[in-house]
C-alpha cells in the first residue's frame, strides 16, 4: 500500500517543506578524519585522493566518486564514509581535477564524461591489498563501475 500525500503530517516542531529540507543538512554531524595523499596523473597534473583514517588494512574499500563539484566534505560523502568507517572499512574520496580546494597544474578540468580518469583511478586502486568491489556514484553525473 502506497501512502497518499494527504496522509502526510509535518512534526509540529518542523512545520513546512523549506525547514524539512535544511533540517538534515543542519543537524550534520562533524566530518570524519581524512588523510590527503596527491596523486600525480598521467600527463602531469594531480589529483588529491582523501583517505578516511583507520580501517584495517585487509578491509574492504569504498571508492565515492563524487558529483558535481562535490568533494569530501559533502552531506553525501560525509555520511557514506561514516557509515564505512562505522563498518570498520577503508574509504576513500577521489577528488576530480579542480574540486580539491586547490588549483591544478594543467587548464584540463574536470568533466562527468571523463570515464578514462575514473578508470586510471580505479587500476590504480585495485593495485591496493583491499581493492574496492564497487565504487557508488554520487549523482547521476558520476560515473560507476563495479
Known sequence: ???????????WWLPGAHLQTIWPLARTAAPPAFRRERWDTPDGDF??????????AGAPLV?????LEGWSRSH????????????????????FRGCSGEANRLPRAYHSGDSAEIDWILRRL???????????????SAATRC
Not at 553525501?76 to 577528488?95: E, I, K, N, Q, S
Open 76 to 95: 553525501y560523502a560525509r555520511g557514506l564514509m561514516r557509515a564505512a568507517a562505522a563498518r570498520g572499512w577503508r574509504g576513500v574520496v577521489p577528488h
Open 126 to 140: 585495485r593495485r591496493s591489498p583491499a581493492a574496492p568491489r564497487c565504487s557508488p556514484p554520487a549523482s547521476r
Open 63 to 67: 571508492a565515492l566518486f563524487h558529483g
Open 1 to 11: 500500500m502506497t501512502p497518499d500525500a494527504d496522509d502526510y503530517r509535518a512534526p
Open 47 to 56: 589529483i588529491d585522493l582523501d583517505w578516511l583514517a583507520g580501517g584495517d
